[in-house]
């Protein structure tokens, strides 16, 4: 059940979810094809804004913060998320905090961890990335 529409557009009705302007959470960060989701192993602080997430995603990740991939950096406690992309206009930052859980992270003794567009949306509903879970599915019809 949806308190309100993810987009924020106050659509309070009982039970609302996603309706055909804002398409929920998958329509906030709209990944273009052929962009890299890039991991920051380890934790980082979360205080860090636009200029220090840009900077480790020079200095730690070696990668170009205006490239137009997307790079994500988890907290310490392990339940905030904090991604930043490049769209071409200017710099976006995306946090999401989970009420429950944590988000699954490669350990620092990973290095640089890239994963598929796919994989990024089973990070944000807090599922394992890395080993998800086929539902079962008929092998005979009828």
């Known amino acids: ?48 804004g636009f200029p220090g997430l840009s900077l480790l995603v020079q200095e730690t990740l070696k990668r170009d913060p205006n ?28 946090t999401k905090r989970l009420e429950r859980g944590r988000f699954l992270w490669p350990s620092p003794a990973d290095g640089v961890v890239t994963i598929s567009a796919a994989q990024l949306g089973y990070l944000l509903e807090g599922i394992d990335w890395r080993n998800p879970q086929r539902t079962w599915r008929p092998s005979t019809v009828g």
Not at 5 to 30: N, Q, W
Not at 79 to 90: A, S, T
């Open 1 to 48: 059940m949806w308190p309100h529409c993810a987009c924020r557009c106050r659509d309070r009705s009982e039970g609302a979810g996603p309706h055909s302007r804002c398409r929920g959470p998958a329509a906030l960060i709209p990944v273009p094809s052929g962009v890299r989701v890039w991991l920051a192993t380890g934790h980082v602080d979360m205080r860090k």
């Open 67 to 94: 490239s137009g991939h997307l790079f994500c950096f988890r907290g310490r406690r392990g339940d905030l998320l904090k991604v930043i992309w490049h769209d071409g206009q200017g710099a976006c930052l995306f």
